[in-house]
């Protein structure tokens, strides 16, 4: 039987000053791939506060939301866990504190890490981004509308 459940992510578009965008290398049972700061919303949980919670879980790091930038608009399915309708939200996003995590020059920078679950962080040029920079189809979207922007 097909899962009928909806898998509702959350991401922050994080523009510093030099007008970089942060991405996230995370690995996962090994299987790499690479996007945008965020994550699940847990149950009982709305959208700005899920989004708060991943980057705080995940930079150790505070943020103001910004605005909206985008929300799926059509179907897509789940990659993870058994399925499901993947719906995911994007906001812009500003740090409210230094940032005080590395910040690796390359890919994969996983130096030092033996989780099961990695994860490093890099800023890309706006200008030179491009949609093969990240991994799953709806972030390909998003690298598209914000080089229209």
């Known amino acids: 039987m097909e899962n009928k459940h909806f898998n509702i992510r959350v991401y922050g578009l994080l523009i ?10 995370e690995e996962e049972r090994g299987i790499r791939f690479i996007k945008f700061p ?9 959208l700005i506060d899920g989004l708060k ?9 505070k943020i103001e939301v910004l605005s909206h930038f985008y929300t ?3 179907f897509v ?8 309708q993947l719906i995911s939200i994007y906001y812009l996003v500003k740090p409210l504190e230094e940032i005080n995590f590395k ?5 994969y920078d996983f130096d ?7 994860q490093c962080f890099r800023f ?6 491009k949609k093969q920079n990240v991994t799953f189809p709806v972030d390909k979207k998003v690298v598209k509308l914000l080089k229209q922007n």
Request: net charge negative; glycine share 16%.
């Open 16 to 25: 510093n000053e030099q007008n970089e965008i942060l991405l996230s290398d």
């Open 38 to 46: 965020g994550g699940g919303l847990e149950y009982g949980e709305g």
């Open 53 to 61: 919670r991943e980057f705080i879980e995940e930079c150790n790091l």
């Open 72 to 74: 799926t608009d059509y």
């Open 77 to 84: 399915k789940s990659a993870f866990g058994n399925g499901g």
């Open 103 to 107: 910040i690796s020059k390359c890919e």
């Open 112 to 118: 030092g890490q033996s989780e099961v679950s990695k």
């Open 124 to 129: 890309v040029p706006l200008v030179s981004l």
